[in-house]
C-alpha cells in the first residue's frame, strides 16, 4: 500500500499514518453510514440510466464506484463483508439495512432510515432517493455557501441579489 499515491488513498478515504514504533497504519475515515449512503445515490444514478437509455452505462456513476472502494476498504480493516460488487449490492439492497449493514445506525440521521431498503423488486425505493441525498450535497447550495463565505459579497446584497 505503501507504493498507491496517498491521493488515490484519500480518494477511498484511507489516511496513511506513520507511526515512529510501527509499521504504516491506514486509517478509514468514512463510515458504514457514508458507505451505505454512497450506495444509494449510485444506485439512483444507475436507475435514471436505466430509465433514460435502457441500460446501465460504463462505467458505473462515481458515487456507486466509491461507495464500492469504501467497502472493499472496510472489509480489509473490520473484517466485514459489506457488497463489494453490483450484484452483491443488489441482493444486500433488497433487504432491510440493519440485516446487511448494523453499523448504519451509527450515523447522524440514520434512525430514519435503518429499517429501510434500498431496492423493491429491482427499483430504487423513495426511502433509497432520500439516503441518496444524504450522501451529496445540492451544488446550488454549495455555490451560495462558497459565495456567502467568501466574503466577495457582503451578507446583505448577497440575501437581496439572490432571494
Request: with cysteine; charged share 20%; proline share 6%.
Amino acid at each position: 500500500m505503501d507504493r498507491i499515491p496517498s491521493r488515490h488513498l484519500a480518494t477511498v478515504g484511507i489516511e496513511l499514518q506513520d507511526l515512529s514504533d510501527t509499521s504504516p497504519r491506514f486509517e478509514i475515515k468514512k463510515t458504514p453510514y457514508d458507505m451505505v449512503n454512497l450506495f444509494a445515490a449510485g444506485l439512483c444514478k444507475l436507475q435514471e440510466h436505466i430509465d433514460r437509455y435502457g441500460h446501465i452505462l460504463s462505467p458505473y456513476p462515481t458515487s456507486l464506484i466509491q461507495g464500492l472502494n469504501l467497502a472493499a476498504a472496510l472489509n480489509i480493516e473490520r473484517e466485514t463483508s459489506y457488497p463489494t460488487h453490483l450484484s452483491d449490492l443488489i441482493t444486500c439492497a433488497s433487504q432491510n439495512i440493519f440485516q446487511w449493514c448494523p453499523e448504519y445506525g451509527e450515523g447522524e440521521q440514520a434512525e430514519s432510515f435503518f429499517a429501510a431498503q434500498l431496492l423493491n423488486d429491482g427499483e430504487v425505493t423513495v426511502d433509497c432517493i432520500a439516503m441518496a441525498g444524504l450522501a451529496t450535497r445540492d451544488a446550488e447550495e454549495e455555490f451560495y455557501q462558497v459565495l456567502l463565505c467568501s466574503g466577495q459579497i457582503p451578507p446583505d446584497t448577497f440575501f437581496r441579489e439572490f432571494s
